[in-house]
């Protein structure tokens, strides 16, 4: 999948953003294809679905990983953990 603004095929952070948010089939295909074979892509898609927890696609991401890298999920409980730590912009204006 192409990112709007990435002149790159590979599966960057930014890429995954962009499959969360407008990806059709063939790139879900794309996507589970290369998730597959590649673990630090599985580790990068944790990271990005649980700063979108919210998204349907992001669980369905969640799901590809937890069915070819089951030895990972371990990593999704962290980046969640760490996703609700991090400040948002809205927190920053709150204090």
Known sequence: ????????????????????????????????????????????????????AEQGAAELARVLVEYFHPDLLHLQAVWEQRARDTPTPASFRAS
Do not use: C, P, Y
């Open 1 to 52: 999948m192409r990112h709007r603004n990435l002149n790159t095929e590979e599966w960057s952070r930014m890429a995954i953003d962009s499959l969360f948010d407008r990806g059709t089939f063939s790139d879900w295909q794309e996507f589970a294809q290369a998730l597959r074979v590649d673990v630090d892509l599985a580790k990068e898609t944790l990271f990005m679905a649980a700063r979108h």
